[in-house]
């Protein structure tokens, strides 16, 4: 006799919560071990060995440091990635901190690759696989945090990698082109989420990179003998600033760019100053639009003080979409495991994703598990509930996973074939080829 689905399930969710100590120890191993995107090869190794003690097939070093495992049902049908994100972030005062790189899980990427896992740990148990057509694959993925953007830069110019993300580079290695559908679930502290959240929209990003020049000359003996690339940058975020009333709310529009460096000795006038920003916005033509005015604001400081600027805008992440069926089969299991009533459903958010990038070309979820507290990227942001933040979690994605792949993989084909998706790979990366730029002003 065949089981249920509710059997397959309640067998894989059994197998998940007999490795719970496992799996949350997954977590904390990656947390005192961070390391920023695309330099991930401590975690990136361990990972690869705990694929290999399951007896999961993968490949390595994908975009640098990415992992890609496969679980194969042996029968025809779509595939499925579950993922989750290897980097860390850099935040100083950080309780758990790299004390030499200031690097930090100050996002909870820690949890998601014990959370993917833990899909792995369950949908393994015995006679789960038998039950499902298609295939999952397990995607460790380098570089969602988007910073380091001097570091990366030199590796795109090195040719190590094209795009400064994670995932794009997966979409353009196509490591990508035989998956069908995505998920993959992110920690939150918000408490106004529930215990789980998802559906919503995030803003997509571009990035700049900014180097004011002027002249060196003594700065208490000879000032108006040089030219001060500082305040060509100070006037560049004022007039930066003067364009905010020119964004439309609905577009949420978000500018924050920073002084990287601000001078040589503070006895020369700066001839060098180098300045990072991002550039947000709700579509992308609302963040393109913002891009081209935060140009004429660089370009205005430099005219200012009779300096020059040199100006390269990097593709950053597009605005993420997440498919509606998916989400209906996600908030059914997510229900079943906290209660409909600690669940929300998102809005839009202004931060962003490189999992939008995904968005474009296939159905995805990204929903997030309420198991943190503190600020999202400070220093007191730190997973307090591993249960809910990994094991949770890791169930709500492998019940979805069933659910699209049994009884022949009905569901997951009427996704695949119900969803429209916004552009092809080869329109994606045309368009993320057009955001760079490269100019330089001189007055």
């Known amino acids: 006799m065949m089981p249920t689905i509710k059997e397959i399930k309640s067998t894989a969710l059994k197998a998940i919560d007999s490795s719970s100590s496992e799996l949350i ?68 005062g950080h309780p758990h901190a790299d004390p030499e790189t200031a690097a930090a899980h100050a996002c909870g990427h820690h949890c998601q690759v014990a959370m993917m896992l833990g899909v792995a740990t369950g949908l393994k148990a ?19 945090e988007y910073i380091e953007v001097e570091y990366r830069d030199e590796l795109r110019r090195q040719g190590k990698i094209e795009f400064l993300g994670g995932k794009p580079e997966f979409i353009r290695l196509g490591a990508l082109d035989d998956v069908d559908m995505a998920m993959m679930t992110h920690t939150s502290a918000n408490a ?32 108006h003998a040089g030219v001060n690339a500082l305040n060509a940058a100070m006037i560049a975020l004022s007039a930066i600033h003067a364009q905010r009333e020119t964004y439309r709310d609905d577009d949420t529009v978000r500018i924050h760019p920073i002084i990287t460096q601000g001078g040589v000795a503070v006895s020369s006038v700066p001839a060098d100053v180098r ?31 009779g300096g020059s600027v040199n100006i390269t805008t990097l593709p950053g992440y597009l605005p993420i979409q997440s498919d509606e069926t998916m989400l209906g089969i996600y ?39 309420v198991a943190a507290e503190g600020i999202g990227h400070g220093s007191d942001y730190v997973v307090t509930d591993y249960e809910l933040g990994v094991i949770t979690g890791a169930k709500a994605m492998a019940m979805t996973v069933i659910d699209l792949l ?16 916004p552009m092809t790979k080869a329109q994606y990366l045309a368009l993320m080829r057009s955001m760079f730029k490269e100019g330089s002003y001189t007055q």
């Not at 006679?127 to 694959?137: F, T």
């Open 192 to 223: 106004e989420e529930g215990k789980i959240a998802f559906g919503g929209t995030n803003n997509g990003i571009v990035a700049k990179r900014i180097q004011f020049l002027g002249r060196a000359s003594h700065a208490g003996g000879a000032p």
């Open 275 to 305: 300045m990072e920003t991002y550039v947000r916005g709700k579509s992308v033509e609302a963040f393109l639009s913002a891009s081209e005015k935060v140009d004429r604001a660089l370009r205005a400081g430099a005219m200012a003080v």
């Open 25 to 92: 120890g997954v977590a904390q191993h990656i947390l005192n071990n961070p390391e920023p995107g695309f330099r991930e090869e401590k975690t990136s190794r361990y990972v690869a060995g705990k694929l290999r003690e399951m007896g999961i097939s993968y490949q390595d070093g994908i975009a640098i440091t990415g992992i890609k495992g496969v679980l194969d049902t042996g029968r025809s049908g779509p595939t499925v990635a579950v993922m989750g994100e290897l980097d860390s972030l850099k935040v100083l």
């Open 406 to 421: 049994s009884d022949d993989a009905r569901v997951a084909q009427q996704v695949k074939s119900e969803y429209q998706a």
């Open 126 to 144: 015995v006679g789960v696989l038998d039950h499902l057509s298609g295939r999952i694959v397990l995607i460790a993925v380098p570089a969602e």
């Open 331 to 369: 908030e059914k299991n997510a229900a079943q495991l906290v209660g409909q009533e600690n669940l929300v459903r998102l809005n839009h958010r202004t931060g962003s994703t490189d999992m939008g990038d995904v968005s474009q070309l296939m159905p995805v979820i990204h929903p997030y598990v």
